[in-house]
């Protein structure tokens, strides 16, 4: 199983962004992964002003965890989707909001175009529950669509990386359901089917695990990729989201 090598995490120098920060790297840690930080200037502002911001924001955080650091200009959610090609990431950790209202719709309008657009998973932080480097229990939702393959692979090596345990649900109803479930998930981890309408149905089991792992869509045009589920579960989870 491959392991996970590096991390992205989009720097904003705010309050929240600096506690979602303890979490990033606390979760590197624990998976024994680096982490790639990153601010983007959407001003005219110096380089070496911000770079040295940069560097003073993460100097209470970055100890026993491999640190790059990389300052661009542009566009904050161009220069993210950019950064994971040019960088080979694993996957991103992003704060879903900024420090005051302004920057809350900022930030969250940048968040949401990044979940539309990255070709990698993303990782949005817990809004209240378990730190990202206490996960004990993983709970992967799948749909028993062709991408559930994927969602279900980032779910275990999740779960291995923070030596949790993994339960895998799927919302349907019937015997036919739990057979499918069950060839695929294997010997991966537990399995349940749920009954219910799919958004409440996961929210409801989602109270007790530390992480859920879903998928944000199979399809990918030009509009991106999020749909509606997974926008309403990142929102609404009482835990962390990890999104494929």
Known sequence: ???????????????????????????AQRLGAGVVAVHALESSREDAGAEQELELFLAGFTEGVECERLVRKGHAATEILRVVEEEAIDFIAMPSRGRSALEA??????????????????????????????????LCCVDLSPASEEVLDWAERLAVGFGAELEVAHVGHGDGALVELRHLVRERGSCVVVGGEVEEAILRHAVGADLLVIGRGEERSAMGRFRSHAQTLIRRAPCAVFSV
């Not at 990044?114 to 949005?124: D, F, Q, Y």
Request: aromatic share 10%.
């Open 1 to 27: 199983m491959k392991s996970i090598q590096k991390i992205l995490f989009p720097v904003d120098f705010s309050e929240h962004c600096a506690q979602v920060a303890i979490e990033v790297f606390g979760m």
């Open 105 to 138: 719709f900022l930030f969250g309008s940048i968040t949401e175009k990044v979940l539309h657009k990255a070709s990698c998973p993303v990782w949005t932080e817990n809004q209240s529950g378990s730190a990202a480097d206490e996960v004990g229990k993983v």
